[in-house]
């Protein structure tokens, strides 16, 4: 129950209480244990650990090494070169967002670039901010590149642990972005998002590296590849944020929390049946390289005052062949129930994509008890501008 902190430092600052909030540890964070890909995941294995600021006293940064060999390795490699070649419609296998679980990733490994590390002797954790520093060239004057951190197990099963990524043209600012010259080396710095994880013994730490990331990320307009650089000069690598795998056995390093309050319901009303956060289906036309991503989900909540109940659907349409040509589709209705009285707001989205441009047309309709009594239409053309 973390609101009961929440309340603790708000009531310190804010009504000048003595809460004891300052005298305990300044940051509370929770070290994820290794587990298996998939998407029913009750509970995410782990334990939290207490720090008196930031970084933690035992971090450490290791770096890792990219080789031509396609190991992590963390002695200097000799020189040499891969090549990838852009895939666009890859990337589902890594989710809609990087917070949320995801499937194996075996897959999307297949279409990337990966290096992975010799079998771990001893546990390994990982807690704080990684970064990738990649040195490559691309064919098309706009390129992205992703960078995932994974945890493979001796089964070959394959965990997102966090990743990241960025755009080429924004490698020196992203106000002020650039386009790529063909075929010159540039170091990208590719920021992952702050993460915690506990490689176990037998396990391997690996990242793969790809220029699509479809469809959490739009993707470019160009057909195009990329080389990445490795060894010498131009050594791409990743910096891991390393602690101490074992929390000290004291109280001050295990913070305790409340239990979480269970959500208030109203007689009648039930929460069973949601799907949130909702399922997704994927569609591969082989004969046409061509994908369809369809996602949806709903939730129902009670609260005092009635019920709130959403319906979303997500339709990602991209072909290989035509990377500039993507298209969105999207629908949602958000109903609350109010004594006897249902209030509808209902959402359709077309965001659309060509070499040159976007395309967007968002429609928002209200509807009380069926019956609409507002609309409106939004449309624009919006310059990609190295998007």
């Not at 429609?363 to 409106?376: C, T």
């Amino acid at each position: 129950e973390w609101r009961e902190k929440a309340v603790r430092w708000w009531d310190q600052w804010l009504k000048g209480r003595d809460t004891g909030i300052l005298r305990e540890p300044r940051l509370d964070v929770y070290l994820r244990h290794s587990y298996p890909p998939g998407l029913t995941l009750a509970e995410i294995p782990g334990e939290w650990r207490s720090e008196p600021g930031w970084p933690p006293a035992d971090q450490r940064e290791q770096t890792y090494s990219l080789t031509p060999d396609h190991v992590l390795s963390q002695t200097a490699p000799p020189k040499g070169a891969h090549v990838l070649k852009c895939i666009p419609t890859a990337g589902v296998e890594a989710g809609f967002w990087w917070g949320e679980l995801a499937v194996d990733q075996r897959p999307l490994d297949a279409q990337s670039l990966v290096y992975d590390t010799e079998p771990l002797r001893e546990e390994v954790a990982v807690l704080g901010l990684p970064q990738a520093v990649l040195y490559a060239t691309s064919t098309a004057p706009l390129a992205n590149w992703f960078v995932r951190l994974e945890d493979v197990a001796p089964d070959g099963a394959v965990t997102l642990v966090t990743g990241g990524g960025l755009s080429g043209a924004q490698r020196d600012s992203a106000t002020d972005p650039k386009p790529l010259e063909p075929s010159h080396v540039y170091e990208f710095r590719v920021p992952l998002h702050f993460t915690s994880w506990l490689f176990p013994p037998g396990h391997r730490i690996r990242v793969a590296v790809s220029n699509a990331l479809w469809p959490m990320i739009w993707p470019t307009p160009y057909p195009l590849s990329t080389t990445l650089h490795l060894g010498g000069r131009d050594a791409s690598r990743i910096i891991l944020p390393m602690v101490l795998p074992v929390v000290p056995r004291n109280a001050a390093a295990r913070p305790s929390f409340s239990a979480p309050e269970p959500a208030p319901a109203l007689p009648g009303h039930s929460t069973k049946g949601d799907t949130w956060p909702g399922d997704f289906h994927v569609e591969r036309d082989a004969q046409n390289a061509s994908t369809r991503v369809t996602w949806g989900g709903t939730e129902r909540t009670t609260f005092p005052w009635g019920v709130e109940e959403s319906r979303e659907k997500m339709i990602y349409e991209l072909a290989d062949a035509r990377p500039a040509e993507s298209t969105v589709r999207g629908d949602a209705d958000f109903d609350v129930h109010v004594r006897d009285t249902v209030l509808t707001w209902r959402v359709h989205l077309l965001l659309r994509s060509d070499a040159t441009h976007f395309y967007y047309q968002f429609v928002r309709e209200l509807l009380k008890d069926g019956v609409q009594i507002r609309a409106r239409l939004w449309k624009a053309e919006i310059v990609r501008e190295y998007q």
